[in-house]
């Protein structure tokens, strides 16, 4: 399995705070992600990282924004947390990132309630 | 728009063979993937297609036509632990993931 942790696992927490999730993969792949996940959605992409310091944004970015300091770490901040960002969050990595047929591999996510 | 269309919910029986399928529309194509996502786990991937054609891997098979844009996930000898969410995705144009929505597979006895 690819060595990719995520915390915390489960949050909660109140509108209007801010909130960072954590990435951390030990398998040093250049291409990590953020991806949120609802009942009747597919997974949608919030951001993408393609390096350090090097990020873009997804599908569904509004409220959201990212960091990637070290190639092992990839953080997402929600800057004024929503009830409508209450998810479960997976980060996932590739190996060589979107131009070739390498699968992304997930970390465990985390379950984020916003009440 | 893209979109990627898959059945929500499929039965079937353990020991017999069930064909998942997803059909997709999407600004490009790079490629198809299929993963498996258990109950409160991360998905884990399945399979990969790029050219038409089929591609088999134990007792899981995956069947692409790009000209119809329709993929199918064949799963043979169901196992009770086969009993999880089956996710497709296209690679499009700017090599982004395109997902499904997921068919939740339940299997009985």
């Known amino acids: 399995d690819a060595g990719i942790t995520q915390s915390p696992r489960h949050k909660v927490t109140e509108t209007g705070t801010p909130v960072t999730l954590r990435c951390h993969q030990t398998?040093?792949?250049?291409?990590m992600y953020w991806y949120r996940q609802d009942p009747g959605h597919g997974l949608r992409l919030i951001h993408y990282?393609?390096?350090?310091?090097?990020?873009d944004k997804g599908e569904v970015s509004d409220g959201y924004s990212v960091s990637r300091s070290k190639t092992e770490d990839f953080l997402l901040t929600l800057e004024s947390a929503t009830s409508s960002q209450t998810s479960v969050y997976f980060c996932?990595?590739?190996?060589?990132?979107?131009?070739?047929?390498?699968?992304?591999?997930f970390g465990p996510g985390t379950r984020l309630t916003v009440t | 728009g893209q979109n990627i269309d898959q059945p929500t919910e499929m039965t079937a029986t353990e020991g017999a063979i069930v064909q998942i399928n997803c059909t997709y529309q999407?600004?490009?194509?790079?490629?198809l993937f299929w993963y498996q996502q258990h109950a409160g786990e991360a998905p884990t991937f399945l399979s990969y297609?790029?050219l038409d054609g089929l591609e088999e891997k134990g007792r899981f098979s995956s069947f692409l036509s790009r000209s119809k844009g329709y993929s199918y996930l064949l799963l043979k000898e169901l196992q009770m632990k086969d009993s999880a969410s089956y996710l497709c995705?296209?690679?499009?144009?700017?090599?982004?993931?395109?997902w499904g929505a997921g068919t939740k597979l339940i299997i009985k006895p």
């Open positions: 996932a990595i590739s190996e060589s990132g979107f131009r070739r047929s390498y699968e992304q591999y």
């Open positions: 398998e040093n792949h250049r291409y």
């Open positions: 990282s393609y390096g350090v310091k090097d990020t």
């Open positions: 999407t600004s490009g194509f790079n490629g």
């Open positions: 297609n790029v």
């Open positions: 995705a296209v690679m499009d144009s700017n090599y982004q993931l395109i």
